[in-house]
């Protein structure tokens, strides 16, 4: 069963990857060009020198071309690779095993059907769908979110292929924003992230958020502009692909998946200080300096997540500055009841909403809300 899981999985990726790294595409172009080369060929009214310089054009863009196809085409297949060895690693299957499965002819065929139709179909449904993502969009994110291991795969990956853009990036005590929602902590972010040296993740790293680097490098061929438009929660607050976002709350969750209840969030006390995460967060945040700031830099989190966890913050963190913005208590209560009302309707509107939030841990509000068992709480 292990094998068959993988088997999927490793289809499904190469799918996702082989239409995202923009295989078909590069295609598409290099085609085009060499059609109005032939037809500059063609043309009896230009001089043979204009010809020539045409054919070379042709034959250097051609050249580039298949260097870019065949690099993406390697993307590819390292991307598909992620399952294999993530369930490897697990003990679920073995290497092998999945390529000798895959290389059943009955499988080819089947695999080969479902790549042409997914290709098909990802050429027809390219136009967005709500919430700004598109069908393939919305692919890539259950794909990512598939599983925790999925997110940590690309992560370890990452570490490897990347691990001399981050080796020599200082090792500084980052900055928390925190505070219950609807405090002014996005306010504070952004203003934040117009300092120099300050680093944050930006909405363009979902949905790899655990690998910025790496989808950093990936989703570059197809990266969409930056333009702006109004958040969800309808405040007046406007974001794009280049605004800053905190979403390490999925860390917190592949880490300690037990504090997450179904009717509640627990809180995290000193004793909850785990070396491991401790050595992933830091890991994680010179990479987002590595990315946004070449290096030089100071990364900054705005996750009200972390509300439940001041007591840990400094222990797994020390040297950290942690702020706390606080706002007046009834225009507080009375935000947060509009935004429960506002995406509870979102929520029975739009399920893929639903799911969006719940996979970056976003529980504050709608069918989703889950509230923080505080001291005292119940």
């Not at 034959?59 to 993530?86: K, M, Q």
Request: net charge neutral; hydrophobic share 45%; charged share 20%.
């Amino acid at each position: 069963m292990g094998t068959l899981v993988a088997s999927v999985l490793t289809v499904l990726l190469f799918l996702i990857a082989f239409y995202g790294l923009g295989v078909i595409r590069v295609a598409r172009g290099a085609l085009s060009q060499t059609r109005g080369a032939v037809a500059v060929m063609r043309d009896q009214d230009l001089a043979e020198d204009d010809k020539e310089a045409a054919v070379r054009r042709a034959a250097l863009g051609l050249l580039a071309a298949t260097a870019s196809i065949v690099v993406r085409s390697i993307g590819c297949l390292l991307i598909s690779a992620i399952p294999i060895y993530a369930l490897a690693a697990v003990g679920v299957t073995t290497p092998e095993a999945v390529f000798a499965f895959l290389s059943r002819w009955d499988v080819i065929l089947i695999s080969s059907a479902v790549i042409a139709g997914g290709m098909y179909w990802a050429s027809r449904s390219g136009g967005s769908v709500g919430s700004g993502y598109s069908a393939m969009d919305r692919s890539v994110h259950r794909l990512a979110f598939a599983r925790p291991f999925v997110q940590l795969a690309a992560a370890d990956l990452e570490d490897t292929v990347f691990r001399r853009d981050v080796e020599d990036v200082p090792d500084r005590p980052p900055l928390f924003v925190t505070s219950l929602p609807r405090a002014g902590t996005t306010v504070m972010l952004t203003a934040l992230h117009g300092v120099p040296g300050v680093a944050t993740h930006l909405y363009r790293d979902m949905p790899f958020v655990m690998a910025p680097l790496l989808w950093s490098r990936l989703s570059g061929a197809f990266a969409k502009p930056g333009g702006v438009r109004e958040r969800a929660h309808g405040d007046g607050i406007e974001v794009g692909y280049d605004s800053p976002e905190a979403f390490e709350e999925v860390i917190w969750r592949a880490f300690w998946p037990d504090k997450f209840r179904q009717d509640h969030i627990e809180l995290w006390r000193e004793t909850d200080a785990r070396d491991d995460a401790s050595a992933f967060f830091r890991r994680h945040f010179r990479k987002i300096v590595a990315l946004r700031c070449d290096g030089e830099g100071r990364y900054v989190s705005k996750n009200n997540g972390n509300i439940a966890r001041l007591d840990l913050l400094p222990v797994m963190f020390p040297g950290a500055h942690i702020v706390v913005p606080l706002r007046d208590p009834i225009e507080h209560a009375a935000s947060l009841l509009r935004q429960h009302e506002n995406f509870a309707e979102q929520h029975a509107r739009d399920p893929f909403v639903k799911r969006y939030m719940r996979d970056i841990g976003h529980l504050e509000f709608g069918e989703l809300h889950t509230p923080i068992a505080f001291d005292g709480f119940g």
